[in-house]
């Protein structure tokens, strides 16, 4: 590693596995490296630059910056490289060999830059969030910038106005427009209030984000005041966009977290839980005509949003089987509900790469979550595992993209450290 990612990086502990565990030899914070990564919560997507065409947003610069150290250190001795970094490298060179294949090198130019943004933040959580002060380190920043996007979104909501979104259309042109999922004006008012969109791009990928910070929070805090505390913020910050995905998300936290506590005594409460899922969408498939309607239409407040989610599956799904392996790439196709209002992270995925690029993503978060032999899953792990599975789930309505998508890949790989850190030998009271 050279003398300037050395100062960069000022601060991080390096490890070396020993015979009774993990040891720091330098057991400080990690510097710049967890701010950075994170730092997309609070500064909008519409700070960006334009260089060679290419759209360079602080987040985007921080993983560009990162990438390298982070490998580097991912491959030093005392590591451990794990199944899931495996399949986020393969996952990075199947999205850019599809869109490639299917339009051309522009398609593959864009499937870089979405690459970027995700698999870049994995291997940097991989790498620098590893240690129990990094991992509190991540925690404490996360509620720090959860409560300024709160009140950022109290803001939209008393002023009727998207106070961030305003101020950087003030400063530099904006080069995407919010537009609303067809369900609700143009204007992002529901119910006569406008929805809260504090520093995300959608009212929905903000309330999405709280449900997530709520799972990070509830799992981690050490104290009953201080998760009812965060878990209240959460969940007010989340009613705050008006959203049936952060609802959705919500009671997911909310339930995965009081299953976890009422039955803490028995060990085998999560694969009951995980069977009893499973068991779930199987009886769904099994006693409806159409599982995905029942699905959608039961995950949404409102029963015309289902409907109109169902008619953009319909819609896409019958693309996306024109060409299920490699997709379409990044096309125009000249009908709105392909263009523009495509309300799923699966149909994105598989319309723009492909169904196996699709499968990769599901099985690269399941990986992060696989149990370690001789060791039970910490609050911490249980927090991230449910972090990830309210992104798999709220996936069926919810399109991902700039900081959201990197969160994402943030939360795998902070799953996939806390995951090494057992393997290396590390305590689990630490956390």
Known sequence: MNHSSDALLAGQPRIRATGTGVQSTIPQRSG????LLLMGIVLPSGLQVLIA??????????LILLLLPA?????????????SDGLAGTFALAMVGAAGYAAGPQSAFSAVAEALD???AYFVARAFVLEPPAVQQFIRLVKVFTAVAVCAAVADVLTGRWIVRDAMAALMSQPEAFVDDGTSSEDGVRVGLRRAIATFDHPILYGVFCSLAAAIVLFSATSAIKRLSWACLCLFGGLLSLSSAAVMGMVLVMSSYAYDRMLCRFPWRWPLFWTG?????VAVTAVTNNPLSWL???????PQTGFYRLMIWDAVSAQVWQSPLTGAGFVTFGYYLLDRTVDSVWLVTSLHYGVPVTILLIVLNLSAMLPVRGHRPT???????????????????????????TFWGVCIGVRASLREWQMLGGQDEQF
């Open 32 to 35: 710049w490296a967890v701010p």
């Open 53 to 62: 065409g290419a759209k360079l947003t602080p987040t985007r610069i921080s």
């Open 71 to 83: 490998l580097a250190r991912l491959l030093q001795p005392a590591r451990r490289l794990l199944l």
């Open 118 to 120: 995700f698999v870049a």
């Open 277 to 281: 899922a499973g068991m779930f969408l």
């Open 296 to 302: 959608l239409s039961h995950a949404t407040i409102e």
């Open 379 to 405: 609050d911490i792990q249980r927090g991230f595992t449910v972090a990830c599975m309210v992104f798999l789930f709220t996936g069926l309505t919810v399109h991902f993209w700039n900081y959201m998508w």
